[in-house]
């Protein structure tokens, strides 16, 4: 069964430093997100992606956060200079309907020093 | 962007029981209301989702009650198992996102 992939699965910086987390979507997928989940607490939209551009963001995804679809497979998300706040579990979704079924990966665990 | 109520935050049960989870919504454009089942250091996977055009659906032991003049739907384990014991959110969409309720974390004991 066709899945999404995310890397890597951890991830320690220092505070400051630019991350970049990757992920694979669904082959046949069309709509593209990211979510991120603090420890504890509920998963929260950051941005989705369709068509090669961002379709809607929400306030947490501010300028030092970007996404990119460098290739036809990989989605990427980049945090330009990582804050203590920024840890928290990071998940790729896509999905084939827009509104409808997300298929979540695994997730990349981020850890801000 | 809307706001999901999810209720109860924690749940215990016993073995066979049937845990009931319960969500409420704000207005919708869309018509479809999934639950996901997150099990630790997981992804959220999607369990099962409902269109408002049946008030309930069932899929194996889960089973989706909906009620759209409330805006609420809830989430009923059948014969709920120690394997169930997971967290689970409610979400409801919105335009390209999803918003999730707050969790609820079922411990199934045996």
């Known amino acids: 069964e066709p899945e999404v992939t995310q890397t890597p699965s951890h991830q320690v910086t220092q505070m400051g430093q630019e991350v970049i987390l990757r992920c694979v979507p669904i082959s046949n997928h069309l709509y593209f997100y990211w979510y991120r989940q603090i420890l504890g607490q509920k998963v929260e939209f950051l941005v989705s992606f369709y068509n090669n551009e961002i379709s809607e963001k929400s306030e947490i995804f501010d300028d030092q956060f970007s996404v990119e679809r460098p290739d036809g497979s990989n989605f990427t998300l980049k945090i330009r200079s990582t804050k203590l706040e920024d840890s928290a579990m990071y998940f790729c979704a896509s999905g084939q309907v827009d509104g409808e079924t997300q298929y979540f990966g695994p997730g990349t665990r981020l850890l801000v020093l | 962007q809307q706001q999901v109520k999810q209720s109860p935050q924690s749940l215990i049960v016993q073995k066979g029981g049937i845990p009931i989870i319960n969500c409420a919504y704000e207005?919708?454009?869309?018509?479809?209301f999934p639950w996901y089942q997150q099990f630790p250091g997981k992804g959220p996977a999607l369990l099962i989702a409902i269109r408002p055009d049946v008030s309930e659906k069932k899929e194996g032991r889960f089973t989706i009650s909906f009620n759209k003049s409330a805006k609420q739907f809830s989430l009923h384990i059948m014969d709920s198992q120690p394997g169930d014991s997971a967290t689970y959110f409610c979400?409801?969409?919105?335009?390209?996102?999803?918003?999730f309720g707050s969790g609820t974390r079922l411990q199934v004991q045996p």
């Open positions: 207005n919708t454009a869309f018509d479809y």
């Open positions: 979400a409801a969409p919105g335009r390209r996102a999803l918003t």
